[in-house]
C-alpha cells in the first residue's frame, strides 16, 4: 500500500512555508551544524515535500526526546509541523488505500478466463419456463380445488 506513495510530491502550504520562516527567525544563534537547520532551509526554498521526507520528518518527531522549547524541535516546525505531517500521511495513506479499494470493486478480474461449455452461451431453456403452481396441473384439478376452496371458506 505505501509502496504506490513513494516518489510523491506535494506543495507545502504556504501557512506552513511561513511557519517554518518563524519557526528559523526565532532560532537566535542557530547554525547549519543544528539538527534541523538544513531541512527548514530546504523546505522553505523547494515550496514541496516527498513522501520520503515526509516519513522521516515524522520519524524524527516520533523519536525526539528532548523539550518544546529545544532550537531543533523548533527548526522542524514544533507541534504545528509534526501534526500537518502526521495528517497529511494519514489522508496520503487512506486515499491510496481508497483508490485501491475502488478499483477492485470495479474492475473485473483479468485472469478468470470466461467458461464456456461446448458452445452453448445461454444455459436458460425457453422450454422450461416457470409457470405458476396453478398452470402446472390439468384445469379440471385446478378447477375443482378452487371449488373446493370456495365452499371450505363459506362454511367457517
Sequence with gaps: MNKDLYGNTIPLPEQICEYLEQCFNSVEGASESTEGYKRNKDLRDNREITYQQLKRVKNWFDDFGG???????ILNGGDY?????NETLRFMRD???????????????QFIKTHSKDGIKNLNRPSQSHNSTLNRHDTSVTESLKRINDLITKII
Design 67 to 73: 523539550q518544546p522549547n529545544d532550537p531543533p524541535f
Design 81 to 85: 509541523m509534526k501534526n500537518w505531517v
Design 95 to 109: 486515499d491510496v488505500y481508497t483508490t485501491k479499494k475502488n478499483k477492485s470493486e470495479v474492475l473485473p478480474n
